[in-house]
């Protein structure tokens, strides 16, 4: 059984947090996944490649080095909370 | 129905459903954003496949100049700087967009219960949910507002809420349109999808939208074919793989009884029906292999979202506060819940047992149902094993068969990345149930046709439950 200490790291590692109430309630969700993880271990998957994409044909190909798609400086920062000067500003890392 | 409009009744057209739209909102919470369609008439072609048809896009569709939300609280103030390559191609058809539609949050939910700005309704009884993620465009279809509406399917996300809503719903094959501009939930397994009333419509809305993309480098270079022209509705030698799991962990007679009925008469029509078992074991690991897959992938798209370039931003000291701050408001518990359980399989210890274990799962499912379908020209089952869920339902067993095999077995469709959609099967309780019909890889046009031949015996084409 993970305690909800273990939840909470998990959630840290993906930069949000979780309340106890939260954890708690992701930890009783926990055993019932964990049966269900159980249906998935127990496939004999022996010399079976994973699959990632749904087809393996090829749809990606080399193109010429060419400026294709391009947005503007205005249009990349317009939708930040802090730009200053054509930049994203945040608070100062180096301290 | 797309017939009835044209460039001269376009206006008329658009303000009257921009009307429906509204009352739809009030009555079933459906709508994120209204868009004012004037700017749109006056640059409008005179003519095109969807020329004037007035349409709602689900709101993970980036549109340029319109708040796009996907139904989460961290975009709520998200203004896109492009369009999606679909609503570039549905404006150059002639479509008018009305509104931006309720979501899951992310897409992430199969209820609509979870976008930021509350649960979507069911028409048909609103103490019911709409089916998710995609739920708002179902509505708005189903309460006859628009004839056309785009979701997206990443398990079931369009085919479940059209089964619970009454209406056709498309996820065409993997690749056949392109996502460009669609905010991204599982890569692997998203589609794009659509909903309408009849499967005419459904037909000519693929010509519309389907193509390569240079955008998306998982787009198809394969032709788009005339899917309307070569409709023809007819059953006879038809080969049709009735999905026995499914119909075996069904517990609801009224569904039952409904589907057995409809391939009785599909037979009278010439149709070729039979059953086909796939290994039970392996149907019932579909759900565990989705939700690891989906959820470990949509731990990495969403990593995006930190609250520095775009999105709804929270105060802190420090880049890493900002970040921790901002997604801790901007998620909902639902969605930090399935990034947890993403994380958790992405864990260095356990990627192999669990996540590889997932894709190497997806290959034995895939490989059954590529068997059966060089076989048979379709799969079929009931979409849903009975009508729209209560909206405080909780009563379902998580470890039965019913829920892992019967409610959940369209995550197949996003297996395989194989043609598969939902059209309305008949009422049970008084509520709508729809038929899944899967087809081979790119080959729409015969699922297309069998599902025509199954509207021709249901005679419910244009099913609506209408706001006035």
């Known amino acids: ?95 | 129905m797309f017939e009835k409009y044209n460039y001269e009744n376009a206006a008329a057209n658009a303000y009257a459903a921009l009307e429906k739209v509204k009352k739809s909102h009030e009555l079933y919470n459906d709508v994120i954003t209204f868009v004012d369609p004037k700017e749109q008439l006056e640059n409008m072609p005179k003519e095109g496949k969807m020329c004037g048809v007035p349409i709602v896009l689900k709101d993970n569709v980036n549109t340029k100049g319109v708040l796009t939300t996907a139904g989460s609280r961290i975009l709520a103030n998200y203004v896109p700087v492009y369009d999606a390559t679909i609503w570039t191609k549905l404006k150059a058809a002639g479509a008018i967009n009305l509104a931006k539609a309720s979501m899951d949050e992310l897409a992430m939910g199969g209820t609509n219960l979870t976008c930021f700005t509350g649960p979507c309704l069911n028409p048909y009884d609103t103490n019911r949910m709409a089916g998710g993620s995609s739920g708002g465009s179902a509505v708005l279809v189903a309460s006859g507002a628009v004839d056309f509406a785009i979701g997206s399917d990443t398990g079931d996300s369009v085919r479940k809420p059209a089964s619970f809503c009454g209406i056709v719903g498309v996820k065409p094959t993997y690749g056949r349109i392109s996502r460009y501009g669609i905010i991204p939930y599982s890569s692997s397994l998203d589609h794009v999808g659509y909903f309408t009333r009849s499967v005419e419509d459904a037909a000519v809305a693929l010509e519309v939208l389907a193509g390569r993309d240079d955008k998306d480098m998982t787009s198809s270079y394969k032709p788009v074919e005339p899917y309307s022209e070569l409709l023809n509705g007819d059953l006879t030698g038809k080969k049709v793989a009735i999905f026995k799991n499914v119909m075996d962990a069904t517990k609801n007679e009224g569904t039952s009884k409904l589907f057995f009925d409809l391939m009785k008469k599909m037979e009278e029509k010439g149709a070729i029906v039979k059953e086909v078992s796939f290994d039970d074991e392996l149907m019932k690991a579909i759900l565990p292999a989705y939700y690891l897959i989906a959820n470990c992938e949509a731990t990495a798209n969403h990593s995006n979202l930190d609250g520095i370039r775009f999105g709804n931003t929270q105060e802190g000291n420090s880049v890493e506060e900002i970040m921790i701050n901002t997604r801790t408001y901007g998620f909902g518990p639902l969605i930090r819940k399935r990034f947890v359980i993403g994380s958790y399989g992405l864990f260095v210890e356990n990627q192999e047992k669990l996540f590889r274990q997932a894709q190497k799962v997806r290959r034995l499912i895939v490989n059954q149902v590529k068997a059966c379908l060089d076989e048979f020209d379709v799969l079929v089952a009931p979409a849903s094993t009975s009508g729209a869920p209560l909206l405080n339902d909780n009563s379902r067993d998580q470890l039965s068969n019913e829920y892992l095999i019967a409610e959940n077995h369209m995550v197949i469709g996003n297996f395989t990345g194989y043609p598969s959609m939902t059209l309305p099967m008949g009422m049970v309780d008084g509520l709508p149930v729809g038929i899944n019909v899967t087809s081979k890889a790119f080959d729409e046009v015969t699922m297309f046709n069998v599902a025509l031949g199954i509207e021709n015996i249901t005679g419910l084409k244009d099913l609506k439950k209408e706001v006035a």
């Open chain 1, 1 to 95: 059984m993970k305690d909800i200490a273990y939840f909470k790291k998990l959630a840290n590692q993906l930069m949000f947090d979780l309340s106890d109430d939260e954890a708690l309630d992701i930890q009783n969700e926990f055993e019932t996944l964990q049966e269900q993880l159980h249906l998935l271990e127990s496939i004999d998957t022996e010399g079976v490649e994973p699959m990632v994409y749904p087809f393996e044909d090829e749809t990606v190909y080399l193109r010429e080095d060419e400026v294709t798609h391009v947005i503007s400086q205005e249009d990349a920062i317009v939708n930040a909370k802090n730009a200053t000067e054509g930049h994203f500003r945040v608070p100062k890392v180096v301290k």
